[in-house]
């Protein structure tokens, strides 16, 4: 029977269709056999091969219309005159030991990105896992080895998954967005697998834009050396605006005025705002400026926060190094503890800022990363699979999740 159908509607060549196609309960098997000429060695690709018998198997096609389609095959099996080999011939339109052809699996992927795995194999009518399975399989072959030669400047990360303070480590290209490493844990042992695939690649890069963690210091000046260590302004702030609610919350306790712990009170988030965010419809601006007014230490340690800000709007290295020697006095002498524990923060920490100055890179694009995956992980209620999710993430960088709810 003519092979024009397997070719065109199912992408198969070198088989041919028999006289019969069975068709019942929604369901078509198309019975097919293999051109004898095709014949070769799995091992070898030889073709002095003598016949051993075929073992009959069932393979997913492409459906037609509402119908699922099936195609039967007796596979071939062979003894090789060259090697001695006595196995199964290769199938041309099938991966080996799949239960479904190519081009069920591409049909699968090109739905996938218009709908959720459960939603292509409820459609389907197969299991989660062989989507699941379809997909991971290819991003494994798209993502699994990302390249490393070209990274210039990268951002280091962490990120909380799932329950019992489970982490991963994440590696961003800023070049290009795309994630590079995903390694279990946090911490200096997280990256020991990156620093084995980066090899000769690490001396290529640039700079590296991290948090102030002491772990991740000494693993990049231990496997980076000429890499500049460029500390991001968001975890500073983060740590300044934790500073800020610890000291709140010590004035708040040990206020003797019912008053000021009335106004200290549900100040919290005014102070970590930046002022230009302030609501005037709920009046946050004059609520915060009583709380401030009331309180010295809380107005000083509020108010250097926001003058420290300007550090990252310097001209140049020097200014800026002008500016954070200067805040850095200011706050030594404040004799606001809060103030002063940041102060010894940043003078520890000064080279790592001002090199900012040499490199103008952070971890924002990081952390809108991390923002992607929390919001994938929602939106799969979490993952069984961790080397599909970490393969799931090396992948966002091409895909599109909106924040929803």
């Known amino acids: 029977m003519s092979t024009a159908l397997l070719y065109h509607g199912f992408e198969i060549e070198g088989y041919s269709l028999s006289d019969e196609i069975v068709g019942e309960r929604g369901v078509i098997t198309m019975r097919i056999a293999q051109d004898p000429r095709t014949l070769r060695c799995s091992n070898c690709r030889s073709r002095k091969v003598t016949r051993r018998g075929t073992v009959t198997r069932l393979f997913r ?9 099936f195609l039967e095959l007796p596979v071939q099996r062979v003894e090789c005159h060259r090697c001695g080999l006595v196995a199964q011939v290769r199938i041309a339109f099938a991966g080996w030991r799949l239960t479904y052809a190519y081009a069920f699996e591409q049909y699968a992927l090109e739905l996938l990105r218009m709908g959720t795995i459960q939603d292509v194999a409820l459609h389907l009518g197969v299991s989660w896992d062989v989507i699941k399975d379809i997909q991971k399989r290819n991003l494994k072959r798209r993502f699994g080895r990302p ?13 909380s998954i799932g329950k019992g303070h489970h982490y991963l480590t994440v590696v961003l290209d800023l ?34 834009a991290m948090d102030m963690s002491p772990a991740y210091t000494s693993a990049v000046m231990t496997n980076l050396p000429k890499a500049a260590i460029v500390y991001d302004h968001f975890h500073i702030t983060k740590l300044f605006n934790h500073k800020l609610s610890e000291l709140r919350r010590d004035m708040h306790r040990e206020a003797q005025d019912i008053m000021e712990k009335k106004v200290l009170k549900g100040t ?14 709920h009046n946050e601006l004059q609520r915060l400026e009583e709380a401030l007014r009331i309180n010295k230490p809380l107005a000083a340690a509020y108010y250097m926060k926001e003058e420290l800000r ?96």
């Open 147 to 159: 390249k490393l030669d070209k990274l210039r400047t990268i951002a280091i990360d962490e990120i």
């Open 61 to 69: 096609t492409v459906p037609i219309g509402k119908r699922r389609v």
């Open 310 to 405: 300007q550090f990252w709007l310097k001209t140049s290295r020097a200014a800026a190094q002008r500016f954070l020697n200067d805040w850095i006095a200011r706050a030594e002498v404040s004799g606001v503890k809060a103030l002063q524990q940041m102060a010894k923060v940043l003078a520890s920490h000064s080279w790592g800022l001002l090199n900012y100055y040499d490199h103008m890179i952070s971890t924002a694009a990081l952390e809108g990363t991390n923002t992607k995956i929390r919001v994938m992980q929602r939106q799969a209620y979490g993952f069984r699979d961790y080397k599909f999710f970490k393969l799931k993430i090396l992948a966002l960088h091409e895909s599109k999740y909106a924040l929803v709810g």
């Open 175 to 208: 070049d290009s967005g795309a994630v590079v490493f995903v390694g279990d844990g946090k911490g200096a042992d997280a990256l020991k697998p990156f620093w084995r695939k980066l090899g000769p690649h690490a001396a290529k890069i640039k700079a590296v």
């Open 268 to 281: 919290r988030w005014l102070l970590l705002k930046n002022p230009e965010n302030l609501d005037p419809k």
